[in-house]
């Protein structure tokens, strides 16, 4: 047994690059998992300064000047950071507030509608069934509400904490844009000499990343302002809150679809009942999930590493639960970093013979 570790150990352990590129990668996570909280202003600026460094290089590549390039996508970058918290947030927040308010009268109605059921199906079900089903939904809703309202209190008290972020975040990204050869000049001065493998990691995922997180805001404007457009056009109520939660699910690939199809169906049928309407509802947003999943995401991320399934679901559970949003929301380019470093690692060459498998 010590013999297959030591075999092991030196074939992908013996190279310095590897070493370099494990220390680099440790000394990365730990620093993001030990001093997230305090560097959270810090590593948001980083992540949009690098989203938009993709539009700033596009605008040099047309002969502008960088200087000028950085001031115009500055701009507009500052512009849809004053929508967002000027005129989105407070929108979303207040009919937030009245989706609460009216849930009282939607368990009401759908208590009444459930306790004729017994009714219309005797052999299925009975009235303690039914009771059972409304007590634990109102225990659910009540703790949900009790949630919401701590967490409200909590926001309260880190008001000025988000304040100072909110300043600080666009004057961390103008810097970052602006000095950007400066700041990675100074940075790769402390880094070690061998560092062939982590640079070509790296080149890797500069494109990956890259495309991937732009496309995914792409995808997340691309999709909520389709559902807004087809809420809307149908009268549903809460179209813009609906909508934002629609063009967020399609962070959390497979999960959020499945996740958020629920309060808009509720939704629908609390207000329309069973008939046409709720059925051309249904039908609308199921055909916006299938175009983005079938037409769009191709579209959006036809560069993209190809990850299993089943890579991109255990990639969002081990990083969500270690970042919380934002380790979902980068858990398939965190993914394709890991098949990265797997693909790029530095292997000594085992000279034994390999076993031929059993005819």
Do not use: C
């Not at 918290?85 to 509608?113: D, T, W």
């Not at 790769?188 to 890259?210: A, F, N």
């Not at 199921?286 to 990639?315: K, M």
Request: proline residues 5%; glycine residues 8%; hydrophobic residues 55%.
């Amino acid at each position: 047994m010590a013999h297959v570790l030591e075999r092991w150990f030196k074939k992908y352990f013996t190279d310095p690059e590897g070493v370099i590129l494990a220390v680099l990668l440790i000394l990365g996570f730990a620093t993001v998992i030990v001093l997230g909280d305090m560097l959270a202003p810090v590593l948001a600026s980083v992540v949009i300064a690098y989203l938009l460094e993709g539009i700033v290089g596009a605008a040099e590549r047309k002969g502008m000047p960088r200087l000028l390039a950085v001031g115009l996508v500055f701009s507009f970058f500052m512009a849809f950071l004053l929508f967002l918290v000027l005129g989105l947030a407070p929108l979303l927040s207040k009919q937030l507030a009245q989706l609460l308010q009216e849930i009282p009268a939607m368990v009401s109605q759908g208590q009444r509608m459930l306790s004729n059921l017994p009714e219309s199906y005797p052999g299925f079900l009975n009235a303690s069934q039914i009771s059972e089903v409304m007590a634990n939904l109102r225990s659910a809703l009540t703790e949900s509400g009790q949630q919401v309202l701590s967490f409200s209190i909590a926001s309260i008290s880190h008001l000025f904490t988000l304040l100072i972020y909110l300043v600080l975040l666009p004057v961390l990204v103008f810097f970052f844009m602006k000095d950007k050869f400066q700041l990675v000049e100074w940075f790769t001065r402390y880094l070690p000499k061998e560092r062939g493998v982590s640079i070509r990691v790296w080149r890797e995922m500069d494109r990956q990343i890259g495309n991937y997180v732009r496309g995914k805001f792409a995808e997340i404007l691309i999709v909520g302002i389709a559902s807004y457009i087809a809420f809307s056009v149908m009268g549903l109520n809460y179209s813009p809150l609906l909508a934002a939660l629609v063009g967020l699910s399609v962070v959390v690939p497979y999960i959020g679809a499945v996740v958020v199809t629920l309060p808009v169906l509720l939704i629908g049928f609390f207000q329309w009942g069973w008939g046409d309407t709720f059925a051309y509802l249904a039908l609308a947003y199921f055909i916006i999930q299938a175009l983005d999943g079938n037409l769009l995401v191709p579209w959006l991320f036809s560069e993209a590493v190809n990850l299993h399934p089943i890579a991109i679901i255990v990639s969002i559970l081990i990083f969500g639960g270690i970042w919380g949003f934002w380790g979902v929301f980068f858990a398939i380019p965190l993914a394709t970093l890991v098949k990265a470093v797997l693909d790029a690692w530095p292997k000594v060459i085992d000279d034994e013979p390999k076993l031929e498998p059993p005819i």
